[in-house]
T-cell receptor, first 112, second 114 residues
């Protein structure tokens, strides 16, 4: 099973770069790595996705080493509004159907 | 506005009662999912459906059932609610069930079973 492990929580200050690492030792060949963000009382929303090396969008960067057993979400210059829970998600293929397993999430607390 | 709607927003239910949580999407997505979220446990998949007419079990399916009669609707039923089913329930959808498709989440239903 392609389950994931993340730090439970992280603290940061406004303006800093934040890196959150996710471990997924059993990732399958066809799996992509996806990160979601969740604010209190809301459903998660998509941030970024990648398969290997590096992906960057307007919100974040995702670094994936060659063995794909881990990935790092990088948030540049965080603000107070980035305080949220961040989930690392890896797809799990079984009998031609996907079962998605969210990690326990990392609660990021950005301080002024 | 395209997206996912869930109903009710919240509900208090007596143990032993039957309850159906509703989920509707208008994005014509093939795959739909139900998750529960409990404090400290993150999101756990209950059931999923990769296309209308098919369903599958997720990580925590016991005590829940689903149906997928059409593309848009994916109701979750608790046949006889128990207090351990107190949770926030999220419905989600994606274009299909592959891992590279973004999941879109509804606003959630907060269920309390007494």
């Amino acid at each position: 099973l392609a389950k994931t492990t993340q730090p439970i929580s992280m603290d940061s200050y406004e303006g800093q770069e934040v890196n959150i690492t996710c471990s997924h030792n059993n990732i399958a060949t066809n799996d992509y790595i996806t990160w979601y963000q969740q604010f209190p009382s809301q459903g998660p929303r998509f941030i970024i996705q990648g398969y290997k090396t590096k992906v960057t969008n307007e919100v974040a960067s995702l670094f994936i080493p060659a063995d794909r057993k881990s990935s790092t979400l990088s948030l540049p210059r965080v603000s107070l509004s980035d305080t949220a829970v961040y989930y690392c998600l890896v797809g799990d293929l079984r009998n031609n159907f996907n079962k998605f397993y969210f990690g326990s999430g990392t609660k990021l607390n950005v301080k002024p | 506005i395209a997206g996912i709607t869930q109903a009710p927003t919240s509900q208090i239910l007596a143990a032993g009662r039957r309850m159906t949580l509703r989920c509707t999407q208008d994005m014509r997505h093939n795959a739909m999912y139900w998750y529960r979220q409990d404090l400290g446990l993150g999101l756990r998949l209950i059931h999923y459906s990769n296309t209308a007419g098919t369903t599958g079990k997720g990580e925590v399916p016991d005590g829940y059932s689903v149906s997928r009669a059409n593309t848009d609707d994916f109701p979750l039923t608790l046949a006889s609610a128990v207090p351990s089913q107190t949770s926030v329930y999220f419905c989600a959808s994606s274009e299909d069930g592959s891992s590279y498709n973004e999941q879109f989440f509804g606003p959630g239903t907060r269920l309390t079973v007494l």
